[in-house]
Each structure stands twice: as structure tokens, then as C-alpha cells.
């Protein structure tokens, strides 16, 4: 993989050299970076051509600016990869901005795949309350006892000692001033009415995330039957780090029938 960045584009991403295999972008969940796929990109590089961006205020993306605007950005990537159509992995906020990305561009998107995350296009009150009041706890804690955040985030999206571990390092690598570049997330809520997709879709969510979650989860393939859904057993809410094996099974089924879909 090879780390690129474009001029006037502040998204620092990673790339393999497949240049017409078919695409695949990765969008990882907040307070993490691209290593977050690491095991995903073991066995998805050799049959696809994979785009892993950091995302803004993430990792190697410092550069100031809007996450509302990472649509924007990714098609700068694209073009300059000469990808026209792609498919979509994200986990958590990561699957928050596939999802944008979908809706804006349903053409480009051969499929869509989502981890852990809530339907943008049917955000309900109770939903932006609970992850309202829980966004502004955890800002107060990374404000005033950063370690403690980290700690209280390792327990609550991951399971394994390992998943864990990596989640506790990465938040305490996570900069202050990048949560200012989250505030115009509720800029992609509730902004489509979900039609007939013309790709396949994928919800997972894994067994020991919040119970709103695998609520939502549930609900979300309820509003759309023919979308295939997974509950990953033994896994939290980054669902790709506990159980990666699993996860990556899953995700090689998903891709190779996506790409003979009509």
C-alpha cells in the first residue's frame, strides 16, 4: 500500500496498485485511521483496488476543514485514481460517510456496505439525542482527562484485549481541535428519502454493541428487506477488530456477489 495525497485535498489515503481491478474505499470509525483495516486489507488487496483514507482530523489528515465535505473530497481521490464506480466499506462514522457518499452518488456505488452504523437517511429525535448527549460527555472527558476517555471508548467498541488495545492507543493519538472538524456531521442527516437502491446493501452490527444499536441495526434492515443483514457474534462495535476472520469472510462473499449484481 502506498500513502498518497492530492493538492487542495486534505484526506491523506492509502493505495495498492490495481489499477482495474474493481474498487473498494474504507472508511474507517472515529478516533481511529486507516491501520484500523488492517486485517480487512490483508485478504482484500490482491482482488480489489483499495482506497483507505484517513479521515479529516484523523491520522494523517490534520489539514483544517469540514467532514460534510468528504463526498466531495473522495471523488477528487477517484478521479485522480481513475475509478468511475466503487464499492463502500464503513464502520461506525466511516459508515456514516459511505452512506453519503451512496446517496449522493448511487451511480458510482456497486455496493454498500455499512458496520455499526445508523441510516442517515432516517435519523430519528430519539437517535440524535442519545448520540447528542453521548458526543458531549465524551467531549468533556478528552477536555479534561483524556486517558479516562480512552479508556471509556476501549470498553464501549470493542471486546478482545487486542481490539481493545488498539482503540485505547489510537484515542489517545487523537487531537483535541479534530472534534471541531465533526460539528458539521449533522450536515448528512436526513437529507434523502431512501428509494430503491440500485446496488446491494449490507448491515452488520456486532452482538455485544449498545442494545440501541443492534435496535437500530435491526430496524434499518427491517425498512429495507432486501438488504442482507448480519449480527456478528462476539464482537462489539468495531465488529472487523474482534472478529476479523469472521468479518473478513463475510466481506469476501459480500463484494463477489455484489459485483455480478445487475
Known sequence: ??????????????????????CLVMLHPAFGDGNFFAEQIKVLQPDYKLIVPD????GASQTPGKIVDTTKWLLEILAAEGVTSVHLLGISLGGLL???FANHHPDRTTSLFCVGAYDINHYSM????????????????VIFNKKAFAKDLMATSAVTPEAQDLVYRSCL?????????????NGIFNKFETE??????????????APGAVKEAQ???QREPASEFYIIEG????????????????????????????
Not at 493519538?173 to 456531521?185: A, D, H, T, V
Not at 462495535?237 to 462473499?253: S, W
Request: aromatic letters at 12%; a neutral charge; charged letters at 20%.
Open 98 to 100: 459511505a452512506q453519503d
Open 173 to 185: 493519538e487523537f487531537p483535541k481541535r479534530s472534534f471541531s472538524y465533526l460539528s458539521s456531521l
Open 219 to 221: 430496524a434499518w434492515h
Open 55 to 58: 479521515l479529516l482530523g484523523h
Open 126 to 141: 430519539e437517535v440524535q439525542k442519545d448520540v447528542g448527549s453521548t458526543q458531549m460527555k465524551m467531549f468533556l472527558k
Open 196 to 209: 430503491q437502491r440500485p446496488y446491494p446493501l449490507g448491515i452488520a452490527v456486532g452482538s455485544e454493541d
Open 235 to 262: 464482537a462489539g462495535h468495531l465488529a472487523n477488530l474482534d472478529r476479523p476472520e469472521f468479518f473478513n469472510q463475510i466481506l469476501l462473499d459480500f463484494f463477489s456477489r455484489a459485483s455480478s449484481f445487475k
Open 1 to 22: 500500500m502506498e500513502e498518497r495525497c492530492l493538492d487542495g485535498n486534505p484526506l491523506t489515503y492509502s493505495t495498492n496498485h490495481h489499477r482495474y481491478a474493481p
